[in-house]
């Protein structure tokens, strides 16, 4: 498909070619392990065993080298999979990789438990800080890893600039963009070399999948990670993968109401006197709102406050709410809410990562805004 047409048009058509057997314009769920071949070798389509290529698969990763303005998407069983592929492909023994002070605890956990037994160094900095990002540069960086905005603080990186930094130094810019969804803000545009989603989140969009991806336009690069992908093992199951393809047909129209409802919450925050802190790219005093609104779309669903009265006070603000339900994750049509410290986060427990005790996350679903508002306002108190 064309990649001329518009966000909107790829999302739902892109990898979504009708069945050339019934004509069903939703592709099947190819519930299959191995294929009959014609012959030693003579493979139909290129598919012999469902770990290298299911055509399931397929159609999900063309989607997301589409909506994502990329040459090749990769699918994974989970976004920390994607994760493991990338790093295992990119680096070897005596690597360094920079990570940035705020970011999801299961990739701090993967770099800090996994990769680091394997000999991968890495440093921590602020990525909104581009001169901070190019003193921690050595001569063993081989990447750059970014999320913006980021988990949980909802920090913001320019991507562009880092990715100035990337070239010039002759590492990768990896760009996690779960938190923006390809909707909202396109890295490989922007410079970026690779771009993980855990397609759990925004991409299927109803918290009924787990999954993740890599997108990357440069050929070679993407060639290496689809032999580690298959090497490793850890795809998308048709059924997940067909579950995210559908998910990602509504995405725009999902953001759009996640962002007007996160609005909406963002400004009750900022004026409830329970609330120190609200974090929320889309407010002006928020320190990278400038160049968030120069590099997304609209400032997402993802919004944190932190709560008068600590840590206590902000552990009975998440057991009081009622339509915000607690839980992990984010990016379904529900509303969510967690403590990061004490939920998503805790593996980052004394580490530069450690999240504030006092900051509670939201995913701000699609409900009514007024109903969402009444929640937090009784969650909170007087």
């Known amino acids: 498909m064309s990649d001329q047409h518009s966000f909107e048009t790829l999302a739902i058509h892109a990898g979504n070619t009708a069945d050339p057997l019934t004509g069903a314009v939703v592709p099947p769920i190819y519930q299959v392990s191995t294929y009959k071949q014609d012959g030693v070798g003579g493979l139909r389509g290129g598919y012999e065993y469902s770990r290298s290529a299911n055509p399931t698969r397929t159609a999900l990763e063309e989607n997301l080298a589409a ?3 990329g040459r090749r998407g990769l699918a994974f069983a989970s976004g920390l999979a994607a994760e493991d592929c990338l790093l295992r492909t990119l680096l070897t023994p005596g690597d360094h990789v920079i990570i940035p002070n705020d970011a999801y605890g299961g990739t701090f956990r993967l770099f800090a438990k996994v990769a680091s037994r394997w000999g991968v160094e890495f440093s921590v900095a602020d990525t909104s800080d581009v001169s901070a990002v190019r003193a921690a540069i050595t001569a063993r ?3 750059i890893w970014v999320e913006t905005p980021s988990n ?3 920090g913001i990186t320019d991507i562009a600039a880092v990715a100035g930094v990337a070239r010039q130094a002759g590492v990768r810019l990896v760009v996690d ?5 390809p909707y909202l803000q396109q890295p490989l545009a922007l410079g970026a070399d690779v771009v993980v989603h855990s397609t759990t989140k925004y991409m299927g969009g109803h918290s009924d ?5 890599l997108v990357v336009s440069d050929p070679e690069l993407a060639e290496e990670l689809a032999y580690h992908q298959n090497a490793m093992g850890a795809v998308a199951g048709p059924f997940d993968a067909w579950l995210v393809l559908r998910g990602i047909k509504t995405l725009a129209v999902r953001m759009d109401r996640h962002d007007e409802n996160a609005t909406k919450v963002a400004d009750l925050l900022t004026r409830h006197p329970k609330v120190t802190k609200v974090l929320y790219p889309g407010l002006p005093e928020h320190p990278g ?4 609104a120069k590099q997304m779309k609209a400032f997402g669903g993802m919004v944190s406050f932190r709560v008068a009265g600590g840590e206590e006070a902000a552990v009975e603000v998440c057991n009081r709410a009622k339509l915000f339900t607690l839980g992990e994750s984010l990016g379904g049509v529900e509303s969510l809410l967690e403590h990061p410290g004490r939920m998503t986060h805790a593996s980052a427990a004394g580490s530069p990562l450690e999240v504030p005790g006092d900051l509670v996350r939201l995913s701000v679903g699609i409900e009514n805004a007024d109903d ?3 929640d937090l306002t009784q969650a909170l108190g007087q």
């Open 141 to 143: 960086t081989k990447a």
């Open 372 to 374: 969402l508002l009444a």
């Open 209 to 213: 999948v787990v999954g993740g991806a």
């Open 67 to 69: 909506v994502e303005g």
């Open 289 to 292: 709102h400038e160049i968030a």
């Open 177 to 181: 963009n779960t938190f923006a969804s």
């Open 152 to 154: 949980p603080l909802l």
